[in-house]
């Protein structure tokens, strides 16, 4: 089985900004169903993925409920479009999509995040009773070590050791790049 170290991504908050959505929605940049987001932001967690082996489970409110097949296929699809301020950055994320976190009905994200990795454990187990959620992930894989990385704080007391908050102003910053580096040991 595959063992992957993994970024649990949220996307708002995370790879826009609110200054960049400000700006974008000021200069009419903008024509998506969802958020603008920075493509320079979306290359720059690409090559992160690439350098250290990284692989990606959305736990974003963009998932939309959707498997993370259709999440992969959604993010293909928005980044077809070469236009500025549009998505196509995030086409480059799709390859590193392994897995997508279930909605819970408490909408509580480290609930969320801690159903997936029991779902994969269970995998290990061989008990199965999670079987049914095959459509969270592309394939059962053990999780070596996990990142979340999210401008919510609404986290499993847990969890706040593998967890680092984005400030939405600004999103996702070169100091919190170091901090997944020395969470995921890489």
Not at 156 to 185: A, S
């Amino acid at each position: 089985m595959k063992r992957y170290k993994i970024i649990f991504l949220d996307i708002d908050g995370v790879m826009n900004s609110d200054q960049y959505n400000r700006y974008v929605y000021k200069h009419h940049l903008h024509d998506s169903k969802y958020g603008a987001i920075n493509a320079k932001e979306c290359h720059r967690m690409v090559r992160f993925c690439e350098k250290y082996g990284i692989k990606l489970v959305i736990s974003s409110t963009w998932r939309n409920g959707n498997s993370w097949k259709e999440t992969y296929d959604e993010f293909m699809r928005e980044g077809m479009e070469d236009l500025p301020y549009r998505h196509h950055g995030m086409k480059y994320l799709a390859p590193y999509i392994v897995g997508t976190t279930p909605y819970c009905k408490s909408r509580h994200r480290g609930k969320e995040i801690q159903y997936f990795i029991d779902i994969m454990n269970d995998h290990l187990s061989g008990v199965g009773k999670f079987k049914d959620y095959w459509k969270i992930h592309k394939e059962p894989f053990i999780i070596e070590k996990y990142c979340i990385v999210d401008d919510d704080n609404d986290m499993l007391e847990n969890q706040l050791e593998n967890f680092v908050q984005t400030d939405y102003i600004v999103g996702i910053t070169k100091k919190d790049y170091d901090k997944i580096r020395k969470i995921l040991q890489v």
